[in-house]
Nanobody, 125 residues
Framework: QTHLVESGGGLVQAGGALRLACRAS????????LAWFRHAPGERECVAVI???????YYDDSVKGRCHISRDNAINTVYLQLNPLKPEDTAVYYC???????????????????WGQGTQVTVSS
């Protein structure tokens, strides 16, 4: 059974930095692309995606230049770093896994098979 568990959320001041982690279990890591999505009232967006072996990455325009996604398949973990944070980054952040790992439509939520429970990030101004 596959599980994704996020950690690292919390209350952070604007201008600060954040690193989220998502630990996977029951997942063939190198065969799965992993993504971070975020849900705020009225919207859901894909923040970043990384391919199974980390060769390819995708970033939403809203975070380009201040976001970094990485993974360590040896410990079944994917990370998301955001710096500097803005109040509009406030959202629940979810980790998602696509076990088929095709690098197309990687920013669509419907492409993903498994989801974590989410972690709240609140950025104060």
């Amino acid at each position: 059974q596959t599980h994704l568990v996020e950690s690292g959320g919390g209350l952070v001041q604007a201008g600060g930095a954040l690193r989220l982690a998502c630990r996977a279990s029951g997942l063939n890591m190198s065969a799965s692309k992993l993504a971070w999505f975020r849900h705020a009232p009225g919207e859901r967006e894909c923040v970043a995606v990384i391919s199974g072996r980390g060769a390819l990455t995708y970033y939403d325009d809203s975070v380009k230049g201040r976001c970094h996604i990485s993974r360590d398949n040896a410990i079944n973990t994917v990370y998301l770093q955001l710096n500097p944070l803005k109040p509009e980054d406030t959202a629940v952040y979810y980790c998602a896994a696509d076990v088929n790992d095709p690098w197309s439509q990687m920013n669509l939520a419907t492409e993903y098979d498994y989801w974590g429970q989410g972690t709240q990030v609140t950025v104060s101004s």
